[in-house]
């Protein structure tokens, strides 16, 4: 490798909006996200967030004449 090319990895501390605090490795020394393991619908098992999305989907239903089976 080329030695003054290659910018510096480093220790880098990962800011949640929530909260949540880690470690990892980056270039950029603080890095700030707005969903983490520890907030996200997936991880979490929380479907309130994900509940918005049904009227778009029942909307996309209507539109298209498709009908919704029920098992």
């Known amino acids: 490798m080329r030695e003054g090319i290659h910018p510096?990895?480093?220790e880098a501390q990962v800011t949640c909006?929530?909260?949540e605090s880690f470690l990892t490795k980056s270039t950029k020394d603080r890095i700030k996200v707005e969903v983490c393991s520890k907030c996200h619908p997936f991880y979490t098992g929380?479907?309130?967030r994900t509940i918005n999305a049904g009227g778009r989907?029942?909307?996309f239903m209507k539109k298209y004449d498709?009908?919704?089976e029920e098992k």
């Open 8 to 10: 510096n990895y480093q």
């Open 17 to 19: 909006v929530c909260g």
């Open 46 to 48: 929380e479907r309130q």
């Open 57 to 59: 989907i029942e909307r």
């Open 66 to 68: 498709i009908k919704h």
